[in-house]
Structures are given as structure tokens and as C-alpha cells.
């Protein structure tokens, strides 16, 4: 039994349930509203100074915040939490938002608070008034604000008590303030002084320093709008100055297990724990778990005999510990010493998470042409040898077959793939004949040993095997620049072609040498390096305003190439005769690419992302041809969504132009339409739908992607596959679409909708498909399989996935 897909049907039903849903939506929900109340339907402020008109609105009481102007939140509440033509009182369900009712007392807290929100920004005479006009159920609130002139600061005075305090102070302040004479008056220019002050004394020694010793006056009563402000910094009560403190006897304790420490220890461990009686360079080591070896662990602590405290090598301490992901909870108390002397004895309380567990993960990929699944296991320790070493070990496997040609599911089985891999990472830089030490910068450095195997398996085409193993380092430089370097990658390749060479269709294949389809047969070897930097990672799932960077290069073959010149050796891999090691002819290349990302917001949960990706690889010296692994592909839920990955391009390459024959075309899916070189660039406008859906937020998206992949080497003989500057605009794809993201806080769930605009492997006008899809789609689509069978031409393509595409 065939399965047919009818597209107009569905943009009828589509269409159809938007004017639904858009009508329902419309219905006001002041039917559900008693006779006295009202919906708030605007809210606005007046003569506001542009620079903090939005931060005033945010001042508003929530709950009469007017919504959007369909209000998909309003009406989801309404449909649940509606009964008798009124609003439930109890058994509310959370879904949606409840409607804006006006209340008169928020009306007055929000005016108060734009109020004073002006004030402390130097507004001191700065007056609201609120203005509510009632009709139809529908309220309209108006604050209209008399600003008053902008006050500035006049001079700034300092009363300091402590001598060495104020030298401090005054020593360190142009590094960090805000506070200028001449500036327009602002509290939170005098708070981030005060939270600086604190930073500073605490980084100094001052172990007792607390933020209310920093107090401020404000002197407004002068001309010309204008302000005095003076900055105190108090002495501890009774007390003729602050006193400074150094790190004493550090005890760093490790809890029995996960449940952590027994109550008896919670008020003193001296007196309740057996402690460890050795000390060793100022630091007692007491692990009640056994689990753990002391040098690993005590590596990351910062509190050190007899260093001056420091509340930066106290978070610094933290930080470490955690990033070890060997403790779930760290706590750092501090003792006295009997002698009253100024020391504080840190006590850093260790209670470990879990060392072992094991994850099963399965994924469905599938479209209107193909089905498969994918079942992994990985088996995680995180101390394999007692240093917060992360072991991981993974089995994973899966298959992929064709449906829609009759009979079951996975009768046709075109592609099965195996992999086994291993990985072992430190919580340091292991470097040969280099000790390496804590840094006190970034974050947590890492050394990953990595070993896996691949088998991959493509019907009637070849198989494929491949050994890897490498040596990364990873270092943090800051909370936003992360850095990886692979010195050591090496790979080994060997495969079977499983075409019929003496075929004369396969011939042709041969022949064209498509994408290298030869060196699926031969045995070959990899050693070279990588390097990857990205900027502002940590920022990814944050509505904020910043620009994200990553750029990695892979390199091989170079110092193998230098060591056969040296040697004498000469060889001619264009008629086949390559340099080799260990009696395998080994790959040389260079393969960079970038990826920059513009994330804007928009205010309230939507932003606009633009993307652009680019790589290109390049064989040369002792190859002719990138490896098959090292290929482009476009399409896929990452990228250009309306097509499946790797059914689009290169350039303008046509499958049923170029592969003669359906049975070539159905061995080769998936393998023949890669490149040397990707370019794709990304637009999506991301917004909230709804704020409570079963629990979690429901986001959307519109998004247009444009791109393809393209030959740069004479590798492929196909001309329509290399990429031309002057052809660009007919050999670029364009598609467009929409999409849901259900965020439940830990992982999001996305579901995108891609619909082709422009398809390169057609020529001229005909390029621009969007206008088959809406009109002669039948047609087109039986012309298309006549040609290019058992591929049939999709408009829309579907595209499940967990997290964001970018």
C-alpha cells in the first residue's frame, strides 16, 4: 500500500485553523468579568527620557500588563479555567496567563514605583499622576509623568575612618568606579561603588568587612539642580579600625557518601570527627568516602597557609571543586583560633554525587521518504582512578530504509551504521616533561584521551571502517573564550567497495569519480592536528545582545609530507603513487571553518538570530581528494531546513541528470551529494507563544536559510557540482519555515516546518518552486519522479530535534 501525501489539503486546513484560532482569539474575555471590573487593555507612560522609557514599563504591576494583541495566553486560560460564563476561583489550571484586570491599588503601586524608579535615577522632583478611562469593560491606563530637571553630582566628599582602609580605597577606585563629579546623579552608580568597596576589602584581608559599613549622604538642597554626596566608610563598632586576616590550618573533608554529613558533625567537626592527625603543608585531608586521592582534590584549593583571605580565592575555590563533577554540594565555613590571633582556619565540606550511572538513548530521524532509528548506551564513571577522572564508554548503532514503495517499514534497508568509543578525561593539562599548575584564570583545564571505532554500511555501495584516537586539551581563558587544541589526531581508514565494477552503469560512476568514491576502497591514514576557539558560549541560552564565534581548523599530513621530502622519497599521487607510512599512503589537508552568530534582543523573550557558516577543505601534497568523512553536507535539522540532510547540492547538481538509472540513484542516496565546501547563512525571529503549557514555556519561530555545498577540486568531474562566484546567485538554495520550541527549563524540544523556496538543480525560473507548490504541485512532483525515481519531490519538509539549532 502506497502512502500519498496531499499538500493543498493541508494549506487549506492550516489556513483554515489559523482564521480559527485568530477568531476565537478575538473574543473578548470581558463575558467572563463581573459588571464592575474591566480589562486592561493599554497601558502607556508619557514624557519619559527615551533612554529609560522601557525600564520604566517594567515598573508596571504585572498582573495589569496588557497582552499581545491576539493573546494566545489569554485565550488557552480561558478555555481551561472558564466555567458557567465565569472564571474559576479554584481547580485553576496552570495554562496560559489570566487576563489584565485593572485593580485601582496596582494602579497606585505602579505610579509610586515609576515614581521613585526617577528619583534614583537623579529625577528628585520628578512627579506621576495615573490616569484610568473605563469603557466597554476596557480600561486604558495613562501615568503622565512631570520629570522635573535632571540632577548631577556637585562634588563628592569621603569620610573614612580607617587610615589604610581609605589608602586602599582611594589607591584602587579609577579602576573601577562610577561615582564622578559631574555626572548625572544615579543610586545605581552608588550601589555598584558600594558592592566594589566590598569586593575590594574582602580581596584584601578584611574577612569581617560587610557592605553596610558603606553609607552614603545626599545633599539635593542646592542650586542648579544639583547634588552633594558624601561617602562613608564606618569602623566596626568599638573598634578603632577594620582588622586584615591571613589563611590558618585548612581542612578539606570528604562526607561518607551522597547522603552527605551525619547530623552529629553539623556544629563542630573537632569535637564530633575523627580527623586526619596529618597535616601537610597547612592542609588536613580527611576523606570519610575513601573514594578520593588528596592531590587531585587538594589541587583546586585556594585558601593556602599564609596567604592573606581573599573572597576571590574563596569563589575561585568553589568553582574548581564543582567543576571537578565529582561533588554536588561544596561548602566553605570558617573557623577562629583559640589565641584570637588573625587568622581564619577554612573548613571546605566535600559531599560526592553519584560516581557511576548508565544512559540509554534512542532518536526516530524520519521524513516523508525514509525511517530509521538510532539506540545508544553509555556507561559513565566519574573517578575511575580516585582523581575525578570521567570515564565514558558508548555502544551505539542504528539503520535507516526507505518506505512509501510498499510493504514493510524496514524492508528496504539501505544504510546501517556500528560504533563503539571510549573516552578518559583529566582535571588537568597532562603535557610531557611539563608540570603544569592550577591557573587561577578561566575555568577548569581538561586532558581527553579518546579512542572509537566506526563501521558504516551503505546497501549494494561500499562499507566502511574507521579507527580513531587523540589527545585533546581544553582550557578555559574566561568565563567566555574556550579553547581546544588536538596535537595528536590519527586516524585509520579501510573499506570495501561493493559496486559491480564490471557494470557499465557502475562504470560511469567510476568514471566521474564522484566525490571520490574510489578512495572508499583503499586503505589510508590520518595524522594531524586540530584547534577550535569559541567566543561567548556561555551566553548561548540567554535573551541577550552579544556576538558568538567559533572557528576550528583541521590539519594533516603536513609534517608526514616533510619527513618523506627529507627522506628523498618522490612520489606522484595524481597517477596513484603516494607517499607512505607503515605501508599505508597517508592524507594531507586542511580543512577550516567558522561560525558567527548575531543574537539581538528584542525585549521580553524575543530575539533575532543571524547566522553565517562557512568551511571550505583543500587536499593537497600527498592527496588529491579530502577524505570522505571530512565532506560538507547541507540540509538536516542544523541547517537548511526545508530539505533532509545531505539531499541538497552540490551547486547545481541534478540526481536525475546526472545518475541514469534508478538503481544507481537508489545506492548512492546520501553519498552523492556532498562537497569540499559549505556556505549557509541564517535568519529567525524567535518569540514566546505560550508562558504555561503543561508545565513549560511553548516558544516560536519564523526562520528563512539560505546556502549549499559546493566542489573546489577536480576531484569530481560533474561541472555542475564546482562552486562559481559569478553563478552564485542561480547555485544558492532558499528555504523558509516555522517552527514550536517547548522549553522545560532543562532541554528544549523543537519541531520546524521548512518550506523550499528556490531549488538549485533546476535552471532558470524554474528554480523558484514556491510557485509549483501553490500551483501545479501534482504535476510537478509525477514529472520529478519520472526523472529523478525512487526520489519523489518534497515542498516541506519536517524536522524534529532537542535544543536549538543554533
Known amino acids: ?26 473574543c473578548s474575555s470581558t463575558k467572563y468579568i463581573a459588571d464592575y471590573q474591566a480589562i486592561v487593555k493599554h497601558v502607556d507612560i508619557d514624557s519619559v527620557d527615551k533612554k529609560f522609557d522601557e525600564e520604566a514599563l517594567n515598573y508596571i504591576q504585572k498582573d495589569i ?21 465565569k472564571y474559576k476561583t479554584s481547580n485553576i489550571r496552570p495554562l496560559g496567563t489570566p487576563p489584565p484586570i485593572l485593580d485601582s491599588t496596582l494602579v497606585e503601586i505602579s505610579r509610586n514605583q515609576i515614581e521613585k524608579f526617577l528619583n534614583s535615577k537623579g529625577y528628585f522632583k520628578a512627579k506621576v499622576s495615573a490616569d484610568i478611562k473605563v469603557k466597554n469593560k476596557r480600561a486604558h491606563v495613562h501615568f503622565n509623568v512631570n520629570q522635573g530637571p535632571s540632577f548631577s553630582v556637585n562634588k563628592v566628599k569621603y569620610q573614612i575612618a580607617d587610615t589604610l582602609v581609605k589608602k586602599l580605597y582611594l589607591s584602587v577606585k579609577p579602576t573601577f568606579t562610577h561615582l564622578r563629579e559631574g555626572m548625572r546623579y544615579d543610586d545605581d552608580s552608588l550601589a555598584y561603588e558600594r558592592d566594589q568597596i566590598y569586593q575590594l576589602m574582602k580581596g584584601h584581608g578584611y574577612f569581617d568587612f560587610a557592605r553596610p559599613y558603606v553609607k552614603y549622604d545626599v545633599d539635593s538642597n542646592l542650586n542648579a539642580s544639583k547634588a552633594n554626596v558624601t561617602l562613608y566608610i564606618d569602623n566596626p563598632a568599638d573598634k578603632a579600625g577594620h582588622q586584615q586576616f591571613t589563611i590558618g590550618e585548612t581542612n578539606v573533608i570528604i562526607a561518607p557518601d551522597a547522603d552527605g554529613f551525619p547530623d552529629t558533625y553539623a556544629d563542630g567537626f573537632s569535637d564530633t570527627l575523627k580527623l586526619n592527625p596529618k597535616v601537610f603543608r597547612g592542609l588536613r585531608y580527611t576523606d570519610l568516602s575513601g573514594k578520593f586521592r588528596r592531590n587531585p582534590i587538594v589541587r583546586y584549593n585556594f585558601l593556602r597557609e599564609p596567604e592573606t583571605y581573599s573572597v ?4 575561585l575555590t568553589y568553582d574548581r571543586m564543582y567543576e571537578l563533577n565529582v561533588f554536588k554540594n561544596v561548602k566553605i565555613d ?44 553509555t556507561y559513565t564513571n566519574n573517578n575511575l582512578f580516585r582523581g575525578a577522572e570521567r570515564f565514558e564508554f558508548q555502544v551505539k548503532g542504528g539503520l535507516q530504509s526507505r518506505i512509501g514503495q510498499g510493504g514493510s517499514v524496514f524492508k528496504d534497508i539501505y544504510q546501517r551504521d556500528f560504533s563503539v568509543s571510549a573516552n578518559l578525561t583529566v582535571p588537568r593539562l597532562m603535557v610531557p616533561l611539563i608540570t603544569a599548575q592550577p591557573s587561577r584564570r578561566g575555568g577548569m583545564p581538561r586532558t581527553i584521551f579518546s579512542g572509537s571505532y566506526v563501521y558504516a554500511l551503505q546497501k549494494d555501495v561500499f562499507s566502511r571502517h574507521v579507527y580513531l584516537t587523540s589527545v585533546t586539551y581544553e582550557f578555559v581563558e574566561s568565563k567566555s573564550k574556550f579553547h581546544s587544541l588536538t596535537p595528536l589526531n590519527f586516524e585509520y581508514r579501510f573499506g570495501n567497495l561493493l559496486l559491480d565494477t564490471t557494470s557499465s552503469q557502475n562504470q560511469d560512476i567510476i568514471r566521474a569519480n564522484i566525490y571520490s568514491i574510489l578512495l572508499l576502497d583503499r586503505r589510508n591514514i590520518t595524522l594531524g592536528s586540530k584547534y577550535t576557539y569559541s567566543l561567548n558560549a556561555d551566553k548561548l541560552l540567554t535573551n541577550q545582545t552579544f556576538v558568538y564565534f567559533r572557528g576550528n581548523i583541521d590539519i594533516a599530513g603536513n609534517s608526514l609530507y616533510l619527513a618523506s621530502k627529507i627522506s628523498g ?50 587536499a593537497y601534497g600527498n592527496s588529491i581528494a579530502m577524505p570522505f568523512e571530512k565532506l560538507f553536507f547541507a540540509g538536516g535539522s542544523q541547517g537548511i531546513r526545508a530539505w533532509q540532510a545531505r539531499t541538497l547540492g552540490p551547486g547545481n547538481y541534478n540526481r536525475g541528470d546526472e545518475l541514469t538509472n534508478e538503481e544507481t540513484r537508489k545506492a548512492l542516496y546520501g553519498l552523492d551529494q556532498l562537497g569540499e565546501m559549505h556556505l549557509e547563512a541564517n535568519l529567525e525571529y524567535r518569540y514566546k507563544l505560550l508562558n504555561k503549557f503543561f508545565g513549560a514555556k511553548l516558544k516560536g519561530a519564523f526562520f528563512l536559510d539560505a546556502g549549499n555545498v559546493w566542489n573546489v577540486s577536480s576531484s569530481s568531474q560533474i561541472k555542475s557540482t564546482y562552486f562559481d562566484f559569478s553563478k552564485l546567485g542561480s547555485q544558492i538554495a532558499l528555504g523558509t519555515g516555522m517552527g514550536f520550541r517547548y522549553d522545560v527549563e532543562y532541554f528544549v524540544f523543537r519541531f520546524d516546518i521548512g518550506l523550499k523556496l528556490k531549488d538549485p538543480q533546476f535552471s532558470g525560473s524554474d528554480q523558484w518552486v514556491i510557485s509549483k507548490f501553490f500551483s501545479g504541485s501534482k504535476t510537478f512532483k509525477d514529472d520529478y519522479y519520472l526523472r529523478n525515481s525512487p526520489d519523489r519531490y518534497r515542498f516541506v519538509q519536517y524536522n524534529f530535534g532537542i535544543g536549538m539549532p543554533f
Open 334 to 377: 570558617y573557623n577562629r583560633p583559640k589565641d584570637s590571633s588573625n587568622q581564619v582556619l577554612p573548613v571546605i565540606q566535600l559531599i560526592p554525587q553519584k560516581i557511576m550511572s548508565n544512559r540509554i538513548e534512542g532518536e526516530v530521524p524520519f521524513n516523508a521518504g525514509t525511517v530509521g532509528f538510532t539506540l545508544s548506551n
Open 312 to 315: 576571590a580565592n574563596e569563589n
Open 1 to 26: 500500500m502506497k502512502a500519498y501525501y496531499n499538500y493543498k489539503s493541508s494549506v487549506q486546513f492550516c489556513a483554515i485553523l489559523l482564521f480559527i484560532i485568530v477568531f476565537v482569539a478575538g
Open 569 to 618: 622519497n618522490k612520489h606522484n599521487p595524481a597517477v596513484g603513487d603516494y607517499s607512505e607510512i607503515l605501508g599505508l599512503p597517508f592524507n594531507q589537508y586542511v580543512r577550516p571553518e567558522i561560525d558567527v552568530r548575531w543574537y539581538k534582543s528584542l525585549g521580553g523573550e524575543k530575539q533575532l538570530v543571524s547566522r553565517l557558516n562557512a568551511g571550505i577543505g583543500y
Open 65 to 85: 500588563r496588557p497582552t499581545s494583541t491576539i493573546g494566545i495566553n489569554v485565550l488557552i486560560y480561558n478555555i481551561f479555567n472558564t466555567k458557567d460564563g
